[in-house]
């Protein structure tokens, strides 16, 4: 799969928090940034495993009585 | 043996004879609060007035003949993350200060139906969102943390300032304090028990369970605790566990069960003392007949993003307001851990509910011919306060907060029904625990397996040596 790096600098991380319209005070871009590396290193390594037609294990359930 | 040193188990058999009173008890336990809370700090806000009353009246009942069970009349510590009506419920957050609920959580209604005596909220790291437990401090050492995010009760239950706690646990909180404090734990399955009224860390993650001294004592507080709950979705309606009576069936002979014991994951970048007691305590399992099958962990290098890649999103959805209207009343790390959830797009966060279904497929297989699999709970004994990192043998530097949940992280994903068991003690004399994993639903072998290792052990209700 070709899978573009991700960014990891405070700048990506402030554009990043500008779309999820959080306000990320300049001071905090540093750590934000590294913890956020860190989780997606581990979130990219998903990638190595062929997901093919697996549904996602989310929770919906139709019946309007329980 | 002082009423505060007593297992549930015992208490209610002295409360049953006549031989010792809930009033008893409960003065105990409170004076046992007084004496080890300066040390310990395990509790957000202590009831003793609203104990005593209980107590009184859980003594009167009993007197007259209206025994409800064995739960009447023994002290349970609540994490501060449940709701209790009247009494305050902050999640140990300076959020909630002052938030005082007109609702028990459903849990918590059930216990005190059963005649529970409640002397406490029990801190958490704040709402749940962390392994440590910064308040709070290791009743066998307190220059280390307790574990969390349930530290509270795991340091209550293993100082006997409480008898039993309860605690929830999303990525290992209920088994990560039980192991590093030296108490049981047991995460029921998902569905198995109601979250209403706990304040969520991440709802498809989430589960409540017992801390307690002795495993018979979780199988007490899980039959109470269990049941379907419509206001909670992810509850299913299943028949009740019946595990106390099946336990009490059931006797120490493992004949006939399958133990998987795991040839990866569990193992690697795991302390030699937490190897050795974990293998010791297996070749136990052996010895009272159990049959040992080695077995593959599936997608072990894929257990991480998948617990990140969910619980971080559903976490910061969950706090969306609180992190822009209340930010700096927030602990630093659990504010840095939002903001991150903030910025996890959510085709990751799909990913990785579709690969939490092939988990979930791959450990259905690893479990056709095994009935449970034991593991190390933690991979060390109680870190330091303020220790940020471990170094294993291999020169590899891996982050305590990784660390803390790296093995109990597979059963949320699955959630499968996963106890923590003491099995002895690092040359210092911190505690170690060993996990059994179940199948789902199957809370039965899983309690059965702990019970007979607590037994050969002998070292059931072992309590720590503070106050």
Not at chain 2, 161 to 177: K, N, Y
Not at chain 2, 384 to 399: C, I, N, S, Y
Request: glycine share 10%; with cysteine.
């Amino acid at each position: 799969m070709d899978m573009v790096p991700r960014p990891s600098d405070p700048e990506a991380t402030a554009s990043a928090a500008r779309a999820a319209r959080l306000r990320l005070p300049t001071e905090r871009l540093p750590q934000v940034t590294a913890l956020l590396a860190h989780v997606q290193a581990h979130i990219d390594r998903l990638d190595e495993v062929p997901l093919g037609e697996t549904p996602p294990a989310a929770a919906f359930d139709a019946r309007w009585e329980r | 043996m002082r009423p505060f040193e007593l297992s549930l188990t015992d208490a209610a058999t002295e409360i049953a004879a006549g031989r010792l009173s809930p009033v008893e008890l409960t003065d105990s336990v409170l004076a046992r609060v007084e004496a080890t809370e300066p040390a310990l700090g395990a509790f957000a806000c202590v009831t003793a007035d609203r104990a005593r009353a209980d107590a009184a009246r859980a003594e009167a009942e009993i007197a007259a003949g209206r025994l409800r069970g064995p739960l009447h009349g023994i002290p349970l510590g609540v994490k501060d993350l449940f709701d209790t009506a009247g009494v305050p419920s902050t999640a140990s957050s300076a959020v909630w200060a002052g938030r005082v609920p007109d609702r028990d959580a459903a849990v918590v209604e059930r216990l005190v139906a059963a005649g529970m005596v409640l002397v406490g909220k029990t801190h958490t790291h704040e709402f749940a969102f962390g392994g440590e437990t910064p308040t709070t401090r290791n009743p066998w050492d307190t220059g280390r943390i307790p574990g969390g995010s349930s530290g509270g009760s795991g340091a209550a239950v293993a100082a006997g300032s409480c008898t039993v706690a309860l605690g929830s646990d999303t990525a290992g909180s209920i088994r990560i304090p039980a192991a590093l404090c030296g108490t049981v734990g047991l995460k029921p399955t998902y569905g198995r028990t109601s979250r209403r009224g706990v304040a969520s860390l991440s709802w498809s993650l989430d589960h409540v369970g017992p801390l307690a001294r002795t495993v018979r004592d979780c199988a007490l507080l899980l039959d109470a605790m269990a049941g379907v709950d419509p206001e909670d979705p992810a509850t299913v309606d299943v028949p009740p566990p019946g595990a106390v009576g099946a336990l009490d069936a059931a006797g120490e002979d493992l004949t006939g069960v399958r133990v998987g014991v795991p040839t990866n994951w569990f193992f690697e970048h795991v302390s030699a003392d937490v190897a050795r007691a974990v293998h010791a305590a297996i070749d136990r399992l052996a010895a009272l007949g159990a049959q040992l099958r080695e077995v593959t962990v599936p997608h072990a290098e894929q257990v991480l993003g998948t617990q990140w890649g969910i619980l971080m999103p559903e976490a910061a959805a969950y706090h969306r307001e609180r992190l822009r209207e209340s930010a700096d009343l927030l602990t630093d790390d659990v504010r840095l851990g939002l903001e991150v959830g903030e910025l996890i797009p959510a085709t990751d966060y799909i990913q990785a509910l579709r690969m939490r279904t092939l988990l979930q497929r791959g450990w259905a297989a690893m479990f056709a011919d095994v009935d449970v699999l034991v593991a190390p709970t933690m991979a060390f004994a109680a870190p330091l306060v303020g220790q940020r990192d471990v170094t294993w043998a291999d020169g590899t530097v891996e982050d305590v907060a990784t660390t803390l949940i790296r093995l109990t992280c597979p059963a949320d994903l699955t959630g499968q029904p996963a106890l923590s068991i003491p099995v002895g003690a690092d040359p210092a004399g911190l505690p170690l625990g060993m996990q059994v994993i179940g199948r789902p639903f199957d809370e039965v072998t899983v309690l059965r397996v702990g019970a007979a290792h607590e037994r050969a052990a002998g070292t059931a209700g072992q309590l720590a040596p503070v106050g």
